[in-house]
């Protein structure tokens, strides 16, 4: 099993910054995959940014130029800087992780719990 951990959401005014956290831990052999996603009340959840284990990385039109993913591989942790936050920014943000995992053919995707980010204007 494998457990992702969100942090950093929160409140903040139009224009500001928040940097999400997503920690990986658990039976953790390799991960290939680690990005966010964003969900609404009502809309289906769509990715915002995604790092693959090959250092390509990919943004939402929406979002390219004003955020950042990252990732500290020795720590498993990815991390999603949002710069010029705009109200429609306003969600709940998801962190998603395929992993490979010791002793288990495959790999499988897992989900954080969610953290939300709120954009004032």
């Known amino acids: 099993q494998v457990q992702l951990v969100e942090s950093g959401g929160g409140l903040v005014q139009a224009g500001g910054s928040l940097r999400l956290s997503c920690a990986a831990s658990g039976n953790i052999l390799s991960i290939n995959f680690m990005g966010w996603y964003r969900e609404g009340p009502g809309k289906q959840r769509d990715l915002v940014a995604s790092?693959?284990?090959?250092?390509?990385?990919d943004y939402a039109d929406d979002v390219k130029g004003r955020f950042t993913i990252s990732r500290d591989t020795s720590k498993n942790v990815v991390y999603l800087q949002m710069n010029n936050l705009k109200p429609d920014d306003t969600d709940v943000y998801y962190c998603?992780?395929?992993?490979?995992?010791?002793?288990?053919?495959?790999?499988?995707?897992?989900w954080g719990q969610g953290t939300q980010v709120t954009v004032s204007s």
């Open positions: 790092s693959t284990s090959g250092g390509s990385t």
């Open positions: 998603n992780s395929i992993v490979k995992e010791r002793g288990i053919t495959g790999t499988y995707s897992y």
